[in-house]
């Protein structure tokens, strides 16, 4: 029994079938990466997952519930944050209200009028932002307005956002989509440094193999809207399917 | 640090709206009347900025709720006490309750389709209040206030005189107190002073809201939605309350214009209204604390004010000259004064946009920066 479980899910957009009975089982701790040329329909999975896509048929449970036909912001509710291949944060707020917003709705839930309290004066949610800010190593810019921070600080104030919710499943979607090599080892570190201090099960949909295999432990290969392979990355690696479909394109 | 800001804000602003039959003497404006529109409009647009300013979400429709209260508080004066407690009261339930069903129905959509629904649904408003529901407002001739009307908890007044609107006695047209000071004639009336009272009340509850948690939400809906879903929060509702509370701000200054003046015609809901609120709100700076009145007070001086120097006014302005230049400048002048002054707001509006993208609470930020800055210089070249 994992923590996510996808079965038989299929998704047709006009005459694509852009998802073929896709079974997928993510076990509690794991790193689980998901990866497959493109157009292997990926991007339409992630967005099944996390309720911005209904798919045709199929069910998906997140802890034995399921999660279809629920809003974003319930799922989210339930345990389940996602990373954006561009970084999605409040570009107008501070450092700090960015970090904020999600410890609100971490303990208030998605909607509460209280429009009289006062956000400095929660001391609580302070506390909790400044402890993450000051994880992620971003404490001396909690000041700084969100949009003028680099590439590289965004991606690691949006991870604190997904972090400081305590999220049960974590996904990231091509969390180092057009990064320099530097940032993508930066990034990795990053994902490990979280990996350390909390149990959080991650699924990963990754274009660079150097990533996939630095932090993975269970590997599943979407070609076509099927997957076609499942394993451990060494029996990926060696994988003749895989090597065909996909990673006979690039040097590994 | 903030929290004494604002309070140092709001002891201020309340010094400079209970002492604007003074401040505003010189400026030719500081009459009951239109000191009293000074802070009914910037109440609606205290109201609005809390919608148009935090989430971006821009209405139209406004002027609909505006409506709707000026009716609800004229019924009241008709039916049960000509005392604007309880018609303040009707004004911001049923505007509430009114906007409620249009922000339901219009919040469905976003940007400018949620514009143009709002827009609609206002001018449906008005159509209807000139046409089918004339038993309710009495259509084209407005809604007034006659002898026979029943007004259950008056005693029967002395008969063949309308009534007056009043808050425990208090007459909302008398006028309390009228010294000269410096030739200048000075009226202090308890119309205004209720305004005013209710203007700082307003500007108190949009402070809290801004440095709320709920202020931090609506921020967050306008710059990042899809962002704010993924992080466990649903925008609608959050929407949906600024939206009631900005639609319950306009029915208290619609309920307020009708205690001023108690009565209550369709125009009050016609688009145009709706459409001056966007443009006070920018003009003054949308988003911000001081802004939406700033804005208020402009619009309105420039129609009541500017809008009153003739041709005539302007001969005595330019009578020192020669009368050649005298006729020359009038030429040039008339056609933005008087009748005009939609030609210099429309120009001014422009330029503000332009240049001052943050509206008037800008410009005096850009200027304040300056004279900082030249402060910082001088004390610079002091110390060395």
Known sequence: MGILEVQNVNKRFGGLQALNNVNLDVAEGSVHALIGPNGAGKSTFLNCLIGKLKPDTGSVKFNGQPVLGKKPHEINQLGVSRVFQTPEIFTDLSVFENVMIPCFAHRDGAFKVNAFARVMRDKEIRQQAEDILEDMGMKEKMNAHAGSLSRGDKRRLEMAMCLVQEPKLLLLDEPTAGMARADTNNTIDLLKHIGESRNITKVIIEHDMHVVFSLATTISVLAQGTIIAEGLPDEIKGHPKVREAYLGEAEV | ?384
């Open chain 2, 1 to 384: 640090m903030n929290l004494m800001k604002d309070r140092f804000l709001l002891i201020i602003f309340a010094c400079v709206v209970l002492a604007a039959p003074l401040i505003f003497a010189p400026t030719g404006a500081a009459y009951p009347d239109l000191l009293q529109r000074f802070a009914i409009y910037g109440i609606f647009a205290i109201g609005f900025n809390i919608l148009f300013g935090l989430t971006g979400y821009l209405s139209f429709g406004h002027a609909a709720f505006l409506g709707v209260g000026s009716y609800s508080a004229v019924w009241m004066f008709k039916l049960l006490s000509m005392n604007i407690v309880p018609a303040l009261l009707l004004s911001i339930v049923v505007a509430g309750v009114f906007s409620l069903l249009i922000g339901y129905v219009s919040l469905r959509r976003s940007g400018i389709y949620f514009s143009i629904l709002t827009l609609a649904l206002a001018q449906m408003s008005y159509n209807l209040a000139y046409s089918v529901l004339t038993p309710l407002t009495n259509g084209e001739t407005g809604l007034q206030l006659r002898l026979d009307d029943a007004r259950v908890l008056d005693a029967a007044g002395d008969a063949g005189s309308l009534p007056s609107t009043n808050f425990f006695g208090l007459e909302m047209k008398e006028v309390f107190w009228n010294p000269t000071v410096f030739g200048y004639d000075l009226q202090f009336n308890w119309g205004y002073y209720v305004c005013a009272i209710l203007l700082i009340a307003s500007f108190w509850i949009s402070i809290r809201i801004f440095r709320s948690p709920f202020g931090l939400m609506l921020r967050a809906v306008k710059t990042n939605q899809t962002r704010l879903n993924y992080t466990g929060i649903s925008s609608r509702p959050y929407t949906l309350a600024a939206f009631v509370i900005s639609g319950m701000f306009a029915g208290l200054a619609g309920g307020l214009l009708a205690s001023m003046d108690p009565l209550a015609g369709a125009e009050r809901m016609q688009w145009t209204v709706g459409g001056e609120v966007v443009l006070m709100v920018v003009l003054g700076g949308m988003g911000t604390l001081i802004g939406p009145i700033l804005g208020a007070v402009f619009i309105k001086y420039f129609e009541n004010i500017f809008s009153k120097i003739n041709d005539g006014v302007l001969h005595g302005w330019f009578a020192i000259m020669p009368e050649w230049l005298d006729n020359a400048m009038v030429v040039i002048i008339s056609p933005f004064v008087g009748k005009g002054w939609h030609l210099t707001l429309g120009a001014l509006f422009m330029l503000v946009v332009i240049f001052l993208p943050g509206g008037l609470v800008d410009g005096a930020k850009r200027i304040g920066r300056v004279i900082t800055g030249a402060n910082r210089r001088a004390a610079k070249v002091g110390i060395e």
